[in-house]
């Protein structure tokens, strides 16, 4: 079998799920006794999203690959590859991978290659890295491949909880894309760092060090920014390359106020890589002899940055922000959330021939910088997502009766010979749901009809 040429390889098509219910940030301030502005402003966020014990991994990953199949008239047959990035376990050896093989049972197709990759909020990342190289390798059939990323981002009860979330994106991924990857314009960073972890495996929740957190966000956006900027010039031959030279900008959004200083973290590098005497730069010279370690908890430098980049960030990266502020965070899906948002938020004329550079960081920790050029029409792609219209259908939960779900969560967190007593009638027409869990924790699942 001839297998045809490999041009403009990267995503095709899209498409996220999130839950039906969501509870608002302002309540929740309210709710928990903290002061006002401490969640909307102080992080950033609106509203979260939220599931109750119907929904676990497997099933919001099912909901997201049949309704992109289902809206797309993809079928299940002519995928070849199938990756899933998560970082929520229920199992530490059967991958939720296998568990989306049930839905390829009618097609016939169980000759489906890739498996589950986890490294915290990075896994989508390397999944969709993997897709995109297997295409264009030796390897590829001829066949489209699927990334999936999803999370349930859960906290305990406490001052990391508002910045939970539940998110899901399915990927198709294939050339001839109207979002290409620009290979090889890539920068990686990696390293060991404990600051935020998942050892008990009795738990949903984390360990988080919350200041080593976003002192290691900074400092992998510092290496992979740079590391991609020097491909941008080795490789792309853009002379002095920097935040100009990149049309849209999304980052992986833990809460949408870490964005904010993301992109303004940007800008500080490009200062530092220009000249002593640039003019764009001449309220801020007083930072550059900033040492590096110091410069990531300077208040004044983040403060100054952000002021500096107001404009810009307007007009590359807010447009991002939507299903970030109202949905929260979702780990490996909230960059692609962000990725969707976009595209949601920007006409296809405003996008054509654009490139729209990625963030993406995971702790303990893994991130890349890479970028996409839009080279086919997004329109169809904004249409089926109908992200707004999607986001203002939900049903609002009053803070205590949200509490309790989470209570419930906890107490039922891999148990056994366990029924679900969550109410199906909440869940969205089509969503997968948890029917029961029998004594040797094998889990069935069930799907609310379409209508």
């Known amino acids: ?252 959004s833990p809460y949408t106020k870490q964005v904010v200083k993301g992109f303004a973290r940007m800008a500080y590098n490009d200062f530092l890589r220009s000249s002593p005497d640039a003019a764009a730069y001449a309220d801020v010279q007083q930072f550059r002899d900033v040492a590096r370690e110091a410069s990531y908890t300077d208040k004044l430098l983040e403060k100054a940055f952000i002021g500096l980049t107001k404009s810009q960030f307007a007009a590359k990266t807010e447009p991002s922000l939507l299903a970030a502020r109202n949905i929260g965070n979702m780990y490996t899906a909230s960059v692609f959330f962000g990725l969707a948002s976009l595209l949601s938020q920007v006409p296809h004329a405003q996008l054509d021939g654009k490139r729209i550079t990625l963030f993406s960081y995971g702790s303990g920790c893994a991130a890349s910088a890479y970028s996409f050029r839009v080279r086919g029409d997004t329109t169809a792609i904004a249409d089926n997502l109908a992200l707004a219209s999607r986001l203002e259908k939900r049903i609002k939960v009053a803070p205590a009766k949200f509490e309790k779900i989470m209570e419930l969560r906890e107490h039922t967190h891999n148990a056994q010979e366990y029924q679900p007593t969550g109410s199906v009638d909440d869940l969205l027409p089509g969503t997968y749901y948890l029917q029961n869990v029998d004594s040797m924790w094998r889990r069935s699942y069930a799907r609310t009809p379409l209508d």
């Open 1 to 252: 079998m001839a297998i045809p040429c490999t041009e403009n390889v990267g995503i095709v098509a899209l498409d996220v799920y999130f839950p039906s219910r969501y509870v608002d940030q302002t309540e929740l301030e309210q709710h928990d006794g903290v002061s006002a502005g401490k969640y909307t402003i102080g992080l950033g966020q609106s509203k979260m999203a939220f599931c109750d014990d119907r929904e676990d991994i497997s099933s919001v990953c099912m909901t997201a690959v049949q309704g992109f199949m289902d809206k797309y008239g993809v079928s299940y047959a002519d995928i070849g590859r199938l990756e899933v990035g998560t970082e929520t376990i229920i199992d530490k050896s059967k991958s939720t991978k296998t568990v989306l093989m049930s839905l390829f049972a009618e097609s016939g197709n169980s000759s489906v290659e890739g498996i589950d990759t986890s490294n915290a909020c990075y896994g989508g990342t390397s999944a969709l890295f993997n897709a995109c190289q297997w295409v264009t390798s030796p390897a590829w059939d001829g066949r489209l491949a699927l990334v999936v990323a999803a999370d349930i981002a859960v906290y305990a009860r406490g001052p990391a909880r508002p910045s939970g979330g539940v998110g899901a994106v399915c990927i198709l991924v294939g050339p001839n894309a109207p979002l290409a990857l620009e290979f090889p314009l890539r920068g990686t960073f990696m390293e060991h760092i404990y600051d935020f972890y998942k050892p008990d495996m009795s738990s949903e929740f984390p360990t988080v060090d919350g200041p080593l957190s976003v002192a290691s966000y900074v400092r992998a956006l510092d290496h992979a920014y740079n590391a991609y900027l020097d491909k941008l010039a080795s490789v792309g031959g853009v002379e002095n390359p920097s935040l100009s030279d990149l049309d849209y900008v999304v980052f992986h």
